[in-house]
Structure formats: C-alpha cells, structure tokens
C-alpha cells in the first residue's frame, strides 16, 4: 500500500490525490489513465513478488469511466495485467457489498 501511496499515481479528487482503497484482503486502485492504471498494476506486481503474496487475477477485473464532458480520444483500450494474468474488463463490480458501475462507456477497477 505504501508503494502504490508513493508513486503519486492517481485520482484528483476535491483536491487530494487517490490511489488506492483498500480493506482486508480486498483493494481497488484508482488512475486516471490506462498508463497509470497499469503502472500501479506493475507497483503491486513488484512488492507482492518480494513478499511472497499472490493474486487472484480470477477474480480481479478492471472497470475504466469515460466522463461525457471529456473528449474520447480512444473507446478500446490495451489489455490490463496483473502477476502475467491478462484481466477482465467488467460494467460492474462488487466491493465490500456496494455494487459499482461505470458512468460511461467503458470500465476500470481490481
């Protein structure tokens, strides 16, 4: 968690930098790019490989939200990996009993 902290990669939000959301053994990253998005990915990649921690990318998908004020430069996006796992992209998740969707087009999460 410190590391994906550090990379000040992420999400203005009113102000504050956010990167990740995380309770017990559950996570979601925040970016607001596909290269961020992946770079935290690869951040967590990393530190879970010199701690001996594993995923499963089974259950670990992503959701990206295009907001309608910006302009969409691209609706298909390269595919996320985790650990060599290529990952889902889905309309709606499940965290910590809140249903998540995406406001826009396309998805993100993990």
């Not at 259950?59 to 390269?78: D, S």
């Amino acid at each position: 968690m410190k590391a994906v902290v550090a990379s000040n990669i992420g999400c203005n939000i009113a102000g504050c930098m956010v990167n990740i959301l995380e309770y017990a053994d559950d996570m979601v990253l925040l970016a607001s790019s596909w290269k961020g998005f992946q770079g935290l990915l690869n951040i967590i990649d990393k530190v879970a490989v010199k701690i001996d921690m594993t995923f499963n990318t089974n259950k670990t998908v992503c959701m990206f939200n295009l907001i309608k004020r910006y302009k969409i430069v691209c609706n298909n996006f390269p595919q996320f990996c985790l650990a060599g796992h290529r990952l889902s992209f889905v309309p709606v998740f499940k965290y910590l009993a809140h249903i998540i969707t995406y406001i826009y087009s396309m998805t993100f999460y993990s």
